[in-house]
C-alpha cells in the first residue's frame, strides 16, 4: 500500500510561470514532509521542508503548503526556470523515538513527478 | 567534501552472482539507510541503521543483507543476485536529533550518486 503519492508522472511549464506538483498521503503519523529534487545520473537532493505544526514554509521561489486535514502537500516554484527541470520526489516520515533522547525520521517516498520547464 | 560516496556508479552481474555495493560518509552521520529506485515507484527503504553495530529491515529487505562495523560504512550485500534486482541503488545518511532539537534543524538525508546495477 502506497502511504505517499504523486499522482502526476509528468508536469510541463513554460518559463517565468508557476509550477505545482502535489503528493498526497495515507499515514496520519507522518510529521514531517520534504521535498528533493533529483537530476539524471544524481543523487536526490534536498529541496525544502515542513513540519507538521506548520501549513506553509518558504524558501526563495519555493514554498510548500501542508494540509493536514486533507493529507495533502504542494510544492509551488515561482517563477520557473529551465534549470529546474527534474524529478521532484515528496517524502514523509514518522520520527523514532530511541533511548538516551535521540530520534531518527525513516522516510517514505512518493513515485515522482517529472518537471520539465521550457524556455 | 566527499558526503556520501557510493561504488561501484555502474555493475553488471548474472543472475545468482553476489556483489557487495560499498557506501561511506565522512559527515559523522548516525543514520544510514539504503533505498532503490524503480519507474513508478520511487524510492524505496531496503535496509537502515541508526548507529554502528545496529542494523534493521526496511520495505523490501528480501535478497539484501547489510552490516554496520563503522560509522562511515555501511555495505549491502547482494547474496544471490536476481533479474528483479535491476534497479539503481542509494545510499543515504543523516544526524539524530537530540531530545531538544525539532526535524527542521538538521534532520535531513544526504543521498549518494548511485550505483546503476543489472542483473541479466
Known amino acids: 500500500d502506497q502511504q505517499v503519492k504523486q499522482n502526476s508522472p509528468s508536469l510541463s511549464v513554460q518559463e517565468g510561470r508557476i509550477s505545482i506538483l502535489n503528493c498526497d498521503y495515507t499515514?496520519?503519523?507522518?510529521?514531517?514532509f520534504l521535498w528533493y529534487k533529483k537530476y539524471p545520473a544524481e543523487g536526490p537532493t534536498f529541496l525544502i521542508s515542513?513540519?507538521?505544526?506548520?501549513d506553509k514554509n518558504e524558501d526563495g521561489r519555493f514554498t510548500v503548503f501542508l494540509n493536514k486535514s486533507a493529507k495533502h502537500l504542494s510544492l509551488h516554484i515561482v517563477p520557473s526556470q529551465p534549470g529546474d527541470s527534474a524529478v521532484y520526489f515528496c517524502?514523509?516520515?514518522?520520527?523514532?523515538?530511541?533511548?538516551?533522547?535521540?530520534?531518527?525520521?525513516?522516510?517514505?517516498f512518493g513515485q515522482g513527478t517529472i518537471l520539465t520547464v521550457h524556455p | 567534501n566527499a558526503g556520501v560516496t557510493q561504488t561501484p556508479k555502474f555493475q553488471v552481474l548474472k543472475t545468482g552472482q553476489s556483489m557487495t555495493l560499498q557506501c561511506a560518509q565522512d559527515?559523522?552521520?548516525?543514520?544510514m539507510s539504503w533505498y532503490r529506485q524503480d519507474p513508478g515507484m520511487g524510492l524505496r527503504l531496503i535496509h537502515y541503521?541508526?548507529?554502528?553495530?545496529?542494523?534493521d529491515q526496511g520495505e523490501v529487505p528480501n535478497g539484501y543483507n547489510v552490516s554496520r562495523s563503522t560509522t562511515e560504512d555501511f555495505p549491502l550485500r547482494l547474496l544471490s543476485a536476481a533479474p528483479s534486482q535491476t534497479s539503481v541503488y542509494f545510499c543515504?545518511?543523516?544526524?539524530?536529533?537530540?531530545?531538544?532539537?525539532?526535524?527542521?534543524?538538521?534532520?535531513?538525508?544526504?543521498f549518494g550518486a548511485g550505483t546503476r546495477l543489472s542483473v541479466l
Open positions: 515542513i513540519s507538521s505544526i506548520k
Open positions: 543515504a545518511s543523516s544526524h539524530h536529533l537530540s531530545g531538544t532539537e525539532t526535524p527542521l534543524a538538521k534532520n535531513i538525508q544526504y
Open positions: 559527515m559523522n552521520h548516525e543514520y
Open positions: 517524502a514523509a516520515s514518522a520520527y523514532q523515538w530511541r533511548a538516551g533522547g535521540t530520534s531518527y525520521g525513516k522516510l517514505t
Open positions: 499515514n496520519s503519523m507522518f510529521d514531517y
Open positions: 541503521s541508526v548507529g554502528a553495530g545496529i542494523t
